[in-house]
C-alpha cells in the first residue's frame, strides 16, 4: 500500500496561486494524479504524472493554468495551480496507480487515495 499526505490547500481570491503538495511513503508505483471533488459533484480527474518519465497529462479545463510536478528525491508531487478560479473549489486529493501509466489515472485507475485537502477560490 502507498500513504498519500496532502498539503497546500487554502482559501484564496480568484486569480490567485496555490501550490498542493503530496508526500508519498510505502510500496512503489508507476504514476501519480491529482483529482478533486467539489459538493455534489463525482470526483474527477485534475493532472497525472509518471513516476520514472516525463508524461503528464491533464484535463481540459486545468490546461495552462496547472502544472504537475515531482521530487523523486523526497517522493513528492507538486500541483501549481494559478489563475484560480471560484469553479476550482473542490477537495483534492491525489492518487497512485501501481502499474499504470497517467492515462490510466484519467480515467480513474487509482490503486490508493490521500484524504485531501480543500481549496476554496472566492469570486
Known amino acids: 500500500q502507498v500513504q498519500l499526505v496532502e498539503s497546500g490547500g487554502g482559501l484564496v481570491q480568484a486569480g490567485d496561486s496555490l501550490r498542493l503538495s503530496c508526500a508519498a511513503s510505502g510500496r512503489t508505483f508507476s504514476s501519480l494524479g491529482w483529482f478533486r471533488q467539489a459538493p455534489g459533484k463525482d470526483r474527477e480527474f485534475v493532472a497525472a504524472?509518471?513516476?520514472?518519465?516525463?508524461?503528464?497529462r491533464y484535463a481540459d479545463s486545468v490546461k495552462g493554468r496547472f502544472t504537475i510536478s515531482r521530487d523523486n528525491a523526497k517522493n513528492t508531487v507538486y500541483l501549481q495551480m494559478n489563475t484560480l478560479k471560484p469553479e476550482d473549489t473542490a477537495r483534492y486529493s491525489c492518487g497512485v496507480s501501481y502499474w499504470g501509466n497517467p492515462q490510466a489515472l484519467e480515467l480513474l485507475n487509482v490503486d490508493d487515495w490521500g484524504q485531501g485537502t480543500q481549496v476554496t477560490v472566492f469570486p
Open positions: 504524472i509518471g513516476w520514472s518519465d516525463v508524461i503528464t
